[in-house]
């Protein structure tokens, strides 16, 4: 069965560490991988996405994420962290090319932000 | 307006109660979906349309909750007789197709 897989329910660094959220799927073909954030008290906001082409992708808020097919995984980074980076973040897979895009969410991680 | 709008924004029933919960998508986006998101937990795929398709139904937790979407555009999901475990924030998307999912702001629905 598809599935995603967020193992850290929660993550606390400082401001101005680096930060790297994992994301693992289980799908039998290369599907599109998504990270979205959720602010509290607001609605969810696409940070980036892979279709094809460049494994590394570059997002929105300094936000960059690598797709590796060998380990399926589709893990966030940010150089830098700022205290407005406190939110959940969502990993989601939707099935590629396939004409139907049921989308699969993990079950976030909550990151903390000390300052 | 621009983004995907949800109503009400909040909503408190008695349990047994029935509710209903409207979502306006982007104008001219043909997949809808609904999203449960209960405390703590990540997002539970309900109910997903795509143009004049059937839609597809296999999230939806039982035959109390349904939904339709009218015309192409505005979906209702309607909660029959609720109960507390229906509490949770229900979050409705449009999308053009295998694009980005844009997100309404939630209907977050307390069941007492």
């Known amino acids: 069965a598809q599935s995603v897989t967020q193992p850290d329910i929660h993550i606390t660094v400082s401001e101005g560490a680096s930060l790297e959220l994992r994301c693992n799927y289980s799908?039998?073909?290369?599907?599109?991988l998504f990270w979205y954030v959720q602010s509290p008290g607001q609605g969810l906001q696409l940070l980036l996405k892979y279709f094809s082409g460049d494994t590394l992708v570059q997002g929105i808020k300094g936000f960059e994420a690598e797709f590796k097919r060998s380990q399926s995984s589709f893990n966030l980074r940010k150089p830098s962290v700022h205290w407005s980076d406190a939110a959940e973040y969502f990993c989601a897979v939707a099935p590629g090319g396939s004409g139907t895009y049921k989308y699969i969410f993990g079950t976030g991680t909550r990151l903390k932000v000390l300052a | 307006g621009a983004g995907v709008s949800q109503s009400p924004s909040n909503k408190v029933t008695e349990k047994g109660k029935d509710v209903e919960l409207r979502c306006d998508p982007i104008?001219?986006?043909?997949?809808l979906y609904w999203y449960r998101q209960s405390l703590g937990q990540g997002l539970e795929f309900l109910i997903y349309?795509?143009?004049?398709?059937?839609?597809?139904k296999s999230g939806l937790p039982s035959d109390r909750f349904s939904a339709e979407r009218t015309g192409g555009s505005v979906s209702t999901l309607t909660i029959q007789r609720t109960q507390q475990e229906d509490s949770a924030v229900y979050l409705c998307?449009?999308?053009?197709?295998?694009?980005?999912?844009?997100f309404g702001p939630g209907t977050r629905l307390l069941v007492l």
């Open positions: 998307a449009s999308t053009l197709g295998p694009e980005t999912q844009y």
């Open positions: 104008s001219g986006h043909t997949a």
């Open positions: 799908y039998g073909a290369t599907p599109y």
């Open positions: 349309f795509q143009g004049n398709s059937a839609p597809d």
